[in-house]
């Protein structure tokens, strides 16, 4: 799975009955086009546990708080992806708020990934370009030495 969070300045109660209209009958985690699953995590369920300080700092930077929720989206591997991911994450950035992809620790704003923004050379949820440059360093890197 890939993961994107999502930070919306709209109240959860919105998000909620967004994503309910949006996968009627499924509730925490909601399945969406088929292939995003969504589910509220707070900042007291380890929302931060696994972050690197930098990419929270960033966060906080952008939001002017560390937010208190957020929604976690995790897209399936078997499909690519980006087209639902992107639409579902626009629509909840609507009244502000940033999104957190795995491939870069960019707070993306909905203006950046509407008008996909490079950031350090990665768009929102570029996992394509992020394994190529992964597989690129892999490939420089020196033999194992075996004793």
Do not use: K
């Not at 360093?137 to 194992?144: C, E, G, Q, T, V």
Request: glycine letters at 8%.
């Amino acid at each position: 799975m890939r993961t994107v969070f999502v930070f919306p300045e709209s109240e959860q109660a919105s998000v909620v009955a967004l994503l309910d209209r949006l996968s009627p009958g499924q509730r925490n985690p909601w399945l969406v086009d088929g292939c995003l699953y969504g589910e509220l995590t707070s900042a007291g369920e380890d929302l931060y546990a696994d972050w690197e300080p930098e990419a929270v700092r960033g966060l906080t930077r952008a939001c002017g708080r560390l937010p208190g929720w957020a929604l976690q989206v995790d897209v399936s591997g078997r499909v690519d992806g980006t087209v639902e991911v992107r639409r579902l994450t626009l629509a909840l950035l609507v009244r502000g708020g940033v999104a957190v992809d795995d491939y870069s620790d960019h707070p993306w704003t909905a203006e950046e990934i509407a008008d996909d923004v490079t950031v350090d050379g990665l768009r929102f949820f570029d996992f394509a370009t992020y394994h190529e440059r992964t597989r690129q360093r892999s490939d420089l890197s020196p033999p194992a030495q075996t004793s």
